[in-house]
């Protein structure tokens, strides 16, 4: 439990001498979800990808815990329109069993899709189905690559709650990245705010008041952010109806989910 | 076997057994040609065959082994060059692959003495097919089969993804490899059939045409070898009653069967 999954030391990624990642710390336990935040070219995407494994790091070092499954949901699906490929050969390509499989997909949502060619799939079922497909590694580590991309607002909500539902289910770690601030700032632990180094990080409702988050996404979105945080201390649900639970908050640090 | 030795003696049934033997490999492998987008890339190393023959005679080894080395060769020279971005992928398969046939003629015309059927080498010939090189096509042919058997669904998950494949722990680079040794293996065995020039539309045409009619990629690949041996068959069989070049004849077969198929069947919905 104490023991990180991924332990990052002053990575540095460059390319042509130009550093990408900047000494980058970063340390990941289990039920934590870490939310990556930054202008474009920030070199979030470069960073998930040293701790993938799939992007050699120039300096620093990354660690993972022994034999640690990573499940990654990556950016997008594109898949070439002259291969035939339904929902159910995909989900077997993981290797796991057809019940697992069929599992994972109905805790994403898309169970009822199984039969479906992944050709006529919309965005955000795109997004359910690589999500199912992580999900059936059982995964100890969740990595994703701006999952709400290509689906529609209401959509990212439930994204996102599913996510954080996952990792109580699994408890297991998630690093993403993500664009959404207001959604991320409501579901997150803890947010990174990167700019090839981290030039900010912390729990939301601090971050939003940091000078250098301030300097990075300039006052409008900041206030934006801080005025959001300042009066909801509840949340509500598609219709508008206040739904029990706090927003995270500072004291979130110590809660260890005592769920399972 | 009598009957076995007199099927071997006849020209016509060793190209057809050739053919044959071609074409149940170039099924899957031209699904991942179609599913990676490399044709073009296929035809560069095609062209390369030519090179690997005048090479063959200068340093006397067997054709086959020639134009193998010369394919694998330049398929890693491919990717080097290709990951330093500084031409795009497609101009620099373009200048490659004619550079690699114009140097190929050129090498063969400077040696008189060697005899060579240059249009049976660039289209193929019915004529040219000999009991060695039926060892040379069922021997690559169960290799090859062998390989994507035991290595399917890494390669399936790395043309799907490569980046999730990455991360599953999937090789992806040395499958990329394994896929470019099993092309140059094809390539060489099925230059007698077709001819170099027109190898590509062997790996094409029938996995194309398979695209229609299948519903996961095991199925297009099984499609993809059903109409391969359709358009040699037919193809030969063409080459043999009008004395058309075999190769294009291979490929008219291919073609008619294509056409025939996007006009006639209705699309499947995976």
């Known amino acids: 439990m104490t023991e990180p999954l991924v332990t990052l030391e002053r990575v540095t990624i460059a390319f042509d001498d130009r550093p990408v990642v900047d000494r980058v710390d970063l340390k990941v336990h289990r039920g934590d979800i870490i939310t990556i935040i930054g202008p474009n070219g920030a070199g979030k995407t470069t960073l998930i990808k040293a701790v993938l494994g799939i992007q050699r790091v120039t300096e620093g070092s990354v660690k993972l815990a022994r034999n640690l499954t990573v499940g990654y949901v990556p950016q997008h699906l594109i898949l070439e329109s002259t291969l035939p490929l339904t929902v159910r050969r995909f989900m077997a390509l993981s290797g796991r069993p057809g019940s697992e499989c069929q599992a994972a997909l109905e805790k994403t949502g898309v169970g009822h899709l199984v039969d479906a060619s992944i050709h006529h799939l919309s965005g955000g079922e795109k997004q359910r189905l690589l999500l199912a497909r992580a999900l059936a590694r059982k995964p100890d580590l969740l990595v994703l690559d701006e999952p709400a991309q290509g689906v529609d607002i209401n959509g990212q909500a439930a994204l996102y709650d599913l996510i954080r539902q996952l990792r109580d289910q699994l408890h297991c770690g998630v690093i993403m990245i993500s664009h959404d601030l207001h959604l991320v700032m409501a579901a997150t632990d803890k947010v990174i705010c990167l700019n090839q180094h981290i030039c900010c990080s912390g729990y939301p409702a601090d971050i939003s008041h940091d000078p250098a988050f301030i300097e990075t996404f300039g006052q409008p979105v900041a206030e934006s952010l ?17 739904v029990s639970g706090a927003v995270t908050d500072d004291n979130h640090q110590e809660c260890d989910h005592a769920h399972h | 076997m009598p009957i076995i030795d007199a099927i ?3 020209f016509f049934w060793r190209a057809l057994l050739g053919g044959l033997g071609v074409a149940l490999v170039a099924g899957p492998l ?22 690997g023959i005048a090479l063959s005679f200068l340093i006397s080894v067997p054709l086959n082994v020639g134009v193998i080395i010369t394919c694998v060769v330049l ?35 400077f040696m008189p ?20 090189d039926l060892l040379w096509i069922y021997g690559g042919a169960l290799l090859i089969l062998l390989l994507l058997v035991v290595l399917w669904r890494s390669l399936l998950m790395s043309t799907i993804h490569e980046e999730l494949a990455r991360v599953e722990g999937i090789p992806v680079e040395r499958l990329r490899l394994v896929l470019m040794l099993m092309f140059s293996l094809v390539i060489a065995v099925a230059m007698k059939i077709v001819g170099v020039l027109l190898i ?5 045409i029938p996995a194309a045409t398979a695209r229609r009619l299948a519903r996961s990629p095991e199925h297009m690949t099984l499609l993809a070898v059903m109409f391969g041996f359709v358009a040699v068959g037919g193809g030969l069989t063409l080459s ?15 073609f008619s069967v294509f056409l025939l198929i996007y006009g006639g069947a209705r699309q499947t919905q995976v």
Do not use: K, Q
């Open chain 2, 200 to 204: 590509t539309a062997l790996l094409i």
């Open chain 2, 8 to 10: 071997l003696d006849d």
């Open chain 2, 240 to 254: 043999w009653h009008l004395d058309t070049p075999a190769g294009p004849s291979v490929v008219v077969t291919a």
């Open chain 1, 226 to 242: 801080a005025v959001y945080h300042h009066h909801h201390n509840h949340r509500h649900d598609l219709h508008g109806d206040v």
């Open chain 2, 113 to 132: 003495d060697v005899r060579v059927d240059l249009t049976g080498l660039l289209f193929g010939d019915l004529l040219a097919m000999s009991r060695d």
């Open chain 2, 30 to 51: 031209g699904c991942f040609v179609v599913w990676r987008r490399m044709a073009y890339f296929g035809d560069t190393l095609a062209h390369s065959a030519l090179l």
């Open chain 2, 75 to 109: 398929a890693i020279a491919l990717v080097l060059l290709s990951r330093s971005h500084t031409l795009a992928t497609d101009t620099l398969l373009g200048i490659l692959a004619h550079s690699a046939l114009a140097i190929g003629l050129v090498t063969l015309s």
